[in-house]
């Protein structure tokens, strides 16, 4: 959470700096500021609010130095006001910050005690209070950055620059992301590659400790305080830019590229010809030594998993252990060294998915990701890595990246069911026919867009949302639940049908609205007749089922055809309506759906 950006070079910086905060407003967007040198002095500019307020009071600021910092935040220590957002300066220090500085407490007591003034609420401050007064007390900038490093503990990304070394920008981290480009006398560091492509596709994904110390021609990367010759990534960036393309809302966008999305992911890995799947870039070998899976991660991607559990026990009979990666890593988890450990992060920057991923290697397991991110930090640290391959996401509430991740997870199940000797070859191909075959299907769905914007009007004023389902329909109901929850702010839940007499049956009144997923499959009887039991106390039925359901159809106020599927593909068809409804509602109430309140896509606090 949070994005930082910092440039030093010849283009001008107020533009460099606030073109970058803009990809990444993703990460927080609460206050936003930027710190840049003009006439020689540190000149600070910061607003409360989305980063077009900034932009709105830099106005035509002019400022004739060549390099600055910039932040956009998402509130840990502090309300989101102008005070404070970063960068924070102090004396002749200035700097922006990503993370939490878990020994604030004891810190900024001690500051205090020592007679410094607080300007803030904030965690950060209180570092620029830290290396302002080793700089006064004569170390040059990087001494300072050294010596409050130890000092401080925590999660940490921060660029830092001072009247006193006008010529410099030192970034160092612990923690969340920070990457440096370098150009042609231009360097440009950023928590996301995406503020740095279009200036450079040279980069270098910092490591934690790693201290870098910028000048225009000039750049160094200390390790352990010893320089280091960095290895430098070419980035493969085909101007994937964060672009509307016509649509109202990114969320919009990424629901309508969905097809696509869910095609790059799973092309990889399908020999056509063949009609079987080989997963690329995974030793094959070790899956057959595999006895237990644990798959891990965190909201939408933990109903991916969630998904993922439920067809990898079926189709290949390994038992798979679902965890929340936030509880995951604290509850000393049992984790034997024939455990393959699945970690699923659209960001690749989670802290508590990957804490949980350092904890597994820890443990000796193996893990594998699958993350949308490539290059991130559990790509980067992942034994064996699968890609989402959607495309940059940019609405904060997670799409194309969930069904990608449903269409890479059939393909796991698949692949191990093939090692464990589970599946029969004819049943592969029907796996593979049936995945690829859903891009075009999933465009008829995408139809129910027209529905659900007319509907909104009428959908927006329920109390409440129930979302049911059962077997692999379940997670999708969670997703729909959690969807409407952060977009729509309305009180949703998502059940397994089966579960609703055992207390939730309780909440049903005429101000309820189920949303019953509920295709002819195997489990299709019992919950029609957890349906039956809904209906009976009230709730208004939105269903989405099996076309030529007419029984389904009888009991609903509206019912959502999709075509005959399966425990695979029913749940990924189901996602797109999910996604819909809470989208419409969202904007029938006003709602900011692209970047709703209290969040932030990547979530790199605990
Ligand atoms: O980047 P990740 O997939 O690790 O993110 C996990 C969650 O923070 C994320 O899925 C979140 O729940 C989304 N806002 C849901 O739409």
């Known amino acids: 959470m949070c994005g930082i950006v910092g440039y030093l070079g010849d283009k001008d910086v107020k533009n460099v700096l606030i073109e970058g905060l803009k990809t990444l407003e993703y990460r927080g967007y609460d206050s936003a500021g930027v710190s840049i040198f003009n006439a020689g002095k540190i000149e600070k500019v910061r607003a409360a609010g989305k980063l077009q307020s900034l932009i709105d009071k830099i106005g035509s600021t002019g400022f004739d130095g060549s390099l600055g910092i910039a932040h956009t935040r998402w509130a840990t220590h502090g309300k989101p006001t102008e005070r404070n957002a970063h960068p924070h300066t102090v004396n002749k220090v200035s700097l922006v910050h990503n993370g939490i500085i878990e020994n604030y407490m004891e810190l900024r007591e001690e500051l205090v005690a020592c007679g410094s003034v607080m300007s803030s609420d904030t965690d950060t401050e209180l570092v620029a209070h830290l290396i302002s007064k080793e700089v006064d007390s004569g170390k040059d900038l990087y001494e300072a ?40 006398g231009e360097v440009v560091f950023a928590s996301d590659v995406q503020a740095i492509a279009p200036h450079t596709k040279k980069v270098f994904y910092l490591e ?5 110390l910028a000048r225009k021609d000039d750049l160094k990367i200390f390790r352990e305080s010893k320089k280091i010759d960095p290895v430098w990534t070419e980035l493969d960036w085909s101007k994937q830019v964060a672009e509307k393309s016509g649509y109202e809302h990114f969320m919009l966008k990424e629901i309508f590229e969905q097809p696509r999305a869910f095609a790059a992911a799973i ?48 189709l290949a009979g390994v038992p798979v252990e679902l965890e929340i990666a936030s509880e995951f890593r604290y509850k000393e988890p049992f984790i034997p060294s024939s455990s393959l450990v699945v970690v699923i992060s659209q960001s690749g920057e989670t802290a508590d998915t990957l804490a949980a991923l350092r904890l597994a290697k820890e443990k000796g397991a193996k893990v594998l990701s699958l993350c949308n991110t490539k290059h991130s930090t559990i790509d980067r640290e992942a034994d064996f890595k699968l890609y989402m391959n959607s ?24 692949q191990l069911s093939k090692v464990h000797d589970r599946v029969p070859k004819e049943d592969e191909q029907s796996i593979v026919r049936s995945l690829l075959g859903l891009p075009s299907v999933m465009e008829s769905v995408l139809a129910y867009d027209k529905f659900f914007a007319k509907a909104a009007d ?11 389902g059962r077997g692999t329909n379940y997670p ?30 309780a909440l049903i009144d005429e ?19 957890n349906l039956e039991e809904a209906k009976a106390r009230g709730g208004y039925i939105v269903s989405v089922g099996t076309k030529g359901d007419e029984q389904l159809k009888s009991l609903s106020e509206h019912f959502l055809a999709l075509p005959k599927g399966d425990f695979i593909t029913n749940p990924i068809l189901e996602t797109i309506p999910v996604q819909l409804v809470s989208y419409h509602v969202a904007k029938a109430l006003g709602c900011d759906v692209d970047q709703p309140r209290n969040l932030a896509k990547s979530v790199t606090v605990e």
Do not use: W
């Not at 890995?269 to 899976?293: A, F, G, P, Y």
């Open 145 to 184: 950055v050294l010596e409050v490093k130890k000092k401080i503990t925590g999660a940490y990304a921060v660029l830092v620059m001072s009247e006193d070394q006008p010529e410099e920008i030192i970034g160092f981290k612990c923690g969340p992301p920070l990457i440096v480009g370098l150009g042609e």
């Open 208 to 212: 934690d400790e790693d201290v870098v």
């Open 267 to 314: 092309e990889p890995h399908i020999n056509i010809e063949r009609q079987s799947v080989v997963l690329k870039d995974i030793d094959v070998s070790l899956l057959k030594d595999i006895d237990r899976i644990f798959i891990v991660a965190c909201g939408t991607s933990y109903y991916a998993g969630m998904y993922g559990e439920y067809v990898i026990e079926k």
């Open 391 to 414: 495309g940059v996401e940019v609405g904060v509430a997670s799409t194309k990246a969930f069904i990608s991740s449903l269409g890479v997870m059939t393909l796991l199940a698949t």
């Open 458 to 468: 009428d959908l927006k004023k329920f109390k409440g949302f129930l979302y049911m």
């Open 476 to 505: 999708i109901a969670l997703e729909g639940a959690l969807k409407m929850k952060e977009l729509a702010y309305k009180h949703a839940e998502g059940y397994a049908a089966g579960e609703m007499k055992h207390g939730p049956l």
């Open 511 to 529: 101000e309820i609205l189920i949303f019953m997923l509920c295709p002819q499959d195997h489990l299709y009887e019992k919950t029609l007749s």
